[in-house]
Every structure is written in structure tokens, then in C-alpha cells.
């Protein structure tokens, strides 16, 4: 499923990340094969090279959640 343009602009945003760079992310490649489902996104995948990278981009995405839930 694509994800809208708006839905990653977003979610650039808020992770801080250009939406240029997020977009290319939703595809797997060689190298990206590690699947991140966020939130931010709708629970769609990105794709990243390392566990780390998923990682951290979990963690981002979790507090995001949890703050914009606090704030509501």
C-alpha cells in the first residue's frame, strides 16, 4: 500500500527526517531490508539496513505517539 504524501511529510517531521528521504525509505532495496512499521505512517513499513536503525526509529516514533496521546 502507498503511503500518502501527506502521511509522510508528517511523519518527517516529526522524526526529523527529510520527506524525500522517508519516501525513498517505504521501498525495500539490497541494502534496506529490514522492515519499521510506524504509527506515524498508518503501522505502513519503512525499510532501514541495520537493527539499530529500527531501533532508534521505534523508540522515535513510540515517544512521539506518547506525547501527541499526552497532549490530547
Do not use: F
Not at 527526517?17 to 529490514?34: A, F, M
Not at 519499521?36 to 513499513?45: M, S
Request: hydrophobic share 45%.
Amino acid at each position: 500500500m502507498a503511503v500518502s504524501a501527506e502521511k509522510i511529510d508528517a511523519a518527517a517531521q516529526a522524526l526529523d527526517l527529510d520527506p524525500k528521504v522517508l519516501k525513498v525509505l517505504t521501498k525495500p532495496s539490497e541494502v534496506r531490508q529490514i522492515p519499521v512499521h510506524l504509527n506515524l505512517l498508518g503501522n505502513e513499513p519503512i525499510y532501514v539496513d541495520s537493527q539499530e536503525q529500527a531501533r532508534k526509529l521505534e523508540r522515535s516514533d513510540r515517544a512521539y505517539a506518547y506525547i501527541t496521546a499526552a497532549a490530547s
